[in-house]
């Protein structure tokens, strides 16, 4: 099993940065992949940013070039660092975790509330 609380949430202007955090409750070495995923009311949750544990990442095309997901090993925790956000940016962010392990098992934090203000 796999438990990730994710941190960094609040409320910010239009323009501003933000940073979430999640922390894995064992090495990420063991984890595939991980990523952020959000979820505004009224809409389905879409795929942000996600990282595989070789390194290579993928983001949506709305993020691209303003958000960066990275990854500490040593603290088993993975970062999205968001730039120049966007009222339409406004969602619940949820840390997300894959392990291949014949089939693909999917493990969930609790979510975070990001607000961008116009």
């Known amino acids: 099993q796999v438990q990730l609380v994710e941190s960094g949430g609040g409320l910010v202007q239009a323009g501003g940065s933000l940073r979430l955090s999640c922390a894995a409750s064992?090495?990420?070495?063991?984890?595939?992949?991980m990523g952020w995923y959000r979820q505004a009311p009224g809409k389905q949750r879409e795929m942000v940013a996600v990282?595989?544990?070789?390194?290579?990442?993928n983001y949506a095309d709305s993020v691209k070039d303003r958000f960066t997901i990275s990854r500490d090993n040593a603290k088993n925790t993975v970062y999205l660092q968001m730039n120049s956000l966007k009222p339409e940016d406004t969602a619940v962010y949820y840390c997300?975790?894959?392990?291949?392990?014949?089939?693909?098992?999917?493990?969930w934090g609790q979510g975070t509330q990001v607000t961008v203000s116009s």
């Open positions: 997300n975790a894959v392990r291949n392990l014949g089939a693909l098992y999917h493990y």
């Open positions: 064992r090495s990420i070495f063991s984890i595939n992949g």
């Open positions: 990282i595989s544990s070789g390194g290579s990442t």
